[in-house]
């Protein structure tokens, strides 16, 4: 059974790709598809975005804006946007989440910092202007979570007081993403979208997606990561490191351990919904194992806070739910 459809043979035929090896690769939290294809010596990954055709362009304009910050995104080999192919290079099999260990980490997520540093910088990108992450597109997301997560999922339906609670603390962590200075974000900075290269320096992928957005939006999702935990105290230290590079003067560290803290809720409450629709829309189980370490980061940093109090209860009641 070949793996490819005849539409994308042809396209590679007119690439003067004809005979090659090919093996499906592991896809996003998206309807798109991976390939790689081997020929001798060569090696190339072929996107096959049929179904999701509107990323392909930001995904070439983006790529060409971050290689003008030194930073290391796929060569763009051939693209049809029409058809929703790109034919990109490979970098490799090493994942950055599959090369961490508690004796590397220091090193690696210095490594991927130094990289946030840079990928910040990007304000504008040529031939694709970046969306704003708007304080009324984080309240919609949070609504998402409670549509998604807490009912479909769950079957959870709060009271109505909590109801108004609830919509009180997504309406205030929308607020304080809100106040923080706006830079290139990429949505999805964790160590299942970065790579080693041969030469130990780091690849950056899936960032077609990207925002303009809150400062602290990437580092939240790289230190608390959905798809593997550090202990507090490391996170703590990575903040202070990347709040020093920033250099804000107006902005105390305490003030912006906060602003880390809130954004991360509403990111992995947004995390939270995109497992649990992938499981309920599309029948696609994969990400539901990521639930409990995701649940687990929204209790620990709610509890903190007396504004996420009444989060912190119905989470609390969510999990007591899920041990039933």
């Known amino acids: 059974m070949n793996l490819l459809s005849s539409?994308?043979?042809?396209?590679?035929?007119?690439?003067?790709?004809?005979?090659?090896?090919?093996?499906?690769?592991?896809?996003?939290?998206?309807?798109?598809?991976?390939?790689?294809?081997?020929?001798?010596?060569?090696?190339?990954?072929?996107?096959?975005?049929?179904?999701?055709?509107t990323s392909c362009l930001p995904?070439?304009?983006?790529?060409?804006?971050?290689?003008?910050?030194?930073?290391?995104?796929?060569?763009?080999?051939?693209?049809?946007?029409?058809?929703?192919?790109?034919?990109?290079?490979?970098?490799?099999?090493?994942?950055?989440?599959?090369?961490?260990?508690?004796?590397?980490?220091?090193?690696?997520?210095?490594?991927?910092?130094?990289?946030?540093?840079?990928?910040?910088?990007?304000?504008?990108?040529s031939g694709w202007p970046l969306p704003v992450f708007t304080e009324q597109f984080m309240r919609d997301e949070l609504r998402l979570f409670q549509d998604w997560f807490l009912t479909k999922q769950m079957g959870w339906v709060p009271s109505t007081t909590l109801q108004h609670q609830l919509n009180r603390v997504f309406d205030y962590l929308a607020a304080s993403a809100a106040k923080q200075p706006r830079v290139f974000m990429h949505r999805d900075y964790h160590s299942a979208n970065l790579m080693l290269l041969p030469d130990e320096t780091l690849g950056i992928l899936d960032f077609q997606d990207a925002f303009m957005g809150p400062i602290t939006y990437d580092l939240v999702s790289l230190l608390r990561d959905c798809y593997i935990d550090w202990p507090d105290q490391f996170v703590d230290e990575n903040v202070k490191t990347f709040w020093q590079r920033l250099e804000l003067p107006s902005v105390s560290l305490e003030e912006f351990r906060v602003w880390f803290d809130f954004m991360g809720m509403q990111r992995h409450m947004k995390a939270l919904l995109t497992f649990s629709r992938k499981y309920q829309r599309d029948d696609n189980p994969q990400y539901l194992q990521y639930i409990p370490r995701t649940l687990q980061y929204l209790l620990s940093v709610s509890q903190r806070y007396s504004e996420c109090l009444p989060l912190h209860r119905?989470?609390?009641?969510?999990?007591?739910?899920?041990?039933?």
């Open 7 to 53: 539409t994308l043979q042809h396209w590679l035929a007119s690439c003067h790709l004809t005979e090659y090896e090919v093996d499906a690769l592991p896809s996003d939290a998206s309807f798109r598809r991976y390939f790689r294809l081997r020929r001798g010596e060569q090696s190339y990954i072929v996107m096959d975005a049929s179904s999701e055709r």
């Open 59 to 125: 995904f070439v304009a983006i790529a060409n804006a971050l290689r003008a910050h030194q930073l290391h995104t796929p060569d763009i080999i051939a693209s049809d946007f029409l058809a929703g192919f790109l034919l990109i290079s490979d970098f490799g099999d090493r994942l950055f989440l599959h090369q961490l260990n508690h004796a590397n980490k220091t090193e690696r997520y210095t490594l991927a910092i130094d990289a946030l540093i840079l990928l910040q910088r990007c304000q504008e990108v």
């Open 314 to 324: 119905c989470l609390t009641e969510v999990k007591a739910q899920c041990a039933e």
